[in-house]
């Protein structure tokens, strides 16, 4: 598959689609999730364009993956949670829907089941409180 540059988060990448950022550094990009399956559902993305885990050049998964380890960490902590699930999909039988790689961080906590992935849009209050927390649990 060729890597569309007009993808919803290379535009977001590009400034030119809003987003609630979390982190940013030179190689990689987190920002929160607007239909999250569960309290706090962010996204972290490489800079650098491949389309999935299988297409990217190798020697960015240690940043993109430091990133996902940092961001992890502060919204487990901002969400309460008991643990996190990280989810990666690769092609649409796999269910990936946006085709710039990507990674999950789902905070979870005991006996509270994910949302389905319904396609509809988290109030936009919500999703800034929620990054708020997690910005916050990043800078401590």
Request: with cysteine.
């Amino acid at each position: 598959m060729t890597y569309d540059p007009n993808n919803i988060f290379a535009k977001i990448l590009r400034g030119e689609i809003p987003c609630e950022k979390l982190y940013e550094d030179e190689h990689t990009f987190a920002f929160m999730d607007i239909m999250p399956q569960v309290e706090g559902h962010c996204l972290v993305i490489p800079k650098k364009p491949s389309t999935g885990l299988l297409d990217a050049d190798p020697t960015l998964f240690a940043s993109l993956f430091a990133t996902v380890q940092k961001v992890a960490r502060a919204a487990k902590a901002a969400m309460h949670a008991d643990g996190v699930t990280l989810m990666q999909f690769n092609g649409t039988a796999a269910g990936q829907t946006v085709f710039h790689l990507h990674v999950h961080i789902l905070p979870r906590k005991e006996g509270i089941s994910l949302k389905a992935h319904s396609g509809k849009m988290e109030k936009s209050e919500i999703i800034k409180a929620n990054a708020e927390k997690i910005r916050a649990a990043l800078a401590a």
